[in-house]
């Protein structure tokens, strides 16, 4: 079957570094997105890999594996307003995103 | 317009009573897709439209969930005879176009069942 895991939740301090991970398993393969959902609000994109390596984005990082089946969002230089959930997701070869449940981000002072 | 529009943005209805849920892609995206999210939960799939080829509805849960994309543009996703395990976020998103590019959200709809 298909599947995304994803933890459930991360607590991390501003100005820090935080990696969320994320490991995948698609009936083929056609990219990973991160994307990223305050509360309340739609997902907005931030990243997508198909090609292993780290895809670097301002403050934000996205690496992939294929052979692991394993990304992570990298995010430096925490600030409060990055507390949200962010959502990995995995394209099969139908091109259908396949989404994990999401990992809800605390940012601490 | 600008982005993705839906509406309502909340609706609360009695169980048994059809509901219908509206979103407005970006204009020029050929591909719409609804999705429904609930609580702690990750985005499960519906269905999508992509040009004016037969939608891929895989994803409707049941005969209840149906859905229409008129003139290629604005979609209304039905719920018939709603039960309380309707009750989720839906959400609708387009893009460019079917395959690996971004897709923009709207803000969704929180149906609620009582």
């Known amino acids: 079957g298909q599947n995304i895991d994803q933890p459930t939740e991360m607590t991390a301090t501003e100005g820090a570094i935080v990696q969320i991970n994320c490991t995948y398993q698609?009936?083929?393969?056609?990219?990973l997105f991160w994307y990223q959902q305050h509360a309340g609000e739609a997902p907005t994109f931030l990243s997508y890999n198909v090609l292993d390596g780290l895809e670097e984005k301002g403050r934000f990082s996205s690496f992939l594996s294929r052979s692991k089946g394993y990304s992570y969002l990298l995010l430096k230089e925490l600030q409060m307003k990055d507390s949200a959930s962010y959502l990995c997701a995995g394209m099969d070869s139908n091109y259908q995103l396949i989404w994990g449940a999401g990992t809800k981000l605390i940012i601490k002072p | 317009g600008a982005g993705v529009s839906q509406s309502p943005s909340n609706k609360v209805t009695e169980k048994g009573k059809d509901v219908e849920l509206r979103c407005d892609p970006i204009s020029g995206h050929t591909a719409l897709y609804w999705y429904r999210q609930s609580l702690g939960q990750g985005l499960e799939f519906l269905i999508y439209f992509q040009g004016n080829s037969a939608p891929d509805k895989s994803g409707l849960p049941s005969d209840r969930f149906s859905a229409e994309r008129t003139g290629g543009s604005v979609s209304t996703l039905t719920i018939q005879r709603t039960q309380q395990e309707d009750s989720a976020v839906y959400l609708c998103?387009?893009?460019?176009?079917?395959?690996?590019?971004?897709?923009?959200f709207g803000q969704g709809t929180r149906l609620t069942v009582v």
């Open positions: 698609t009936s083929g393969f056609n990219g």
């Open positions: 998103a387009s893009s460019l176009y079917y395959g690996n590019t971004e897709a923009f």
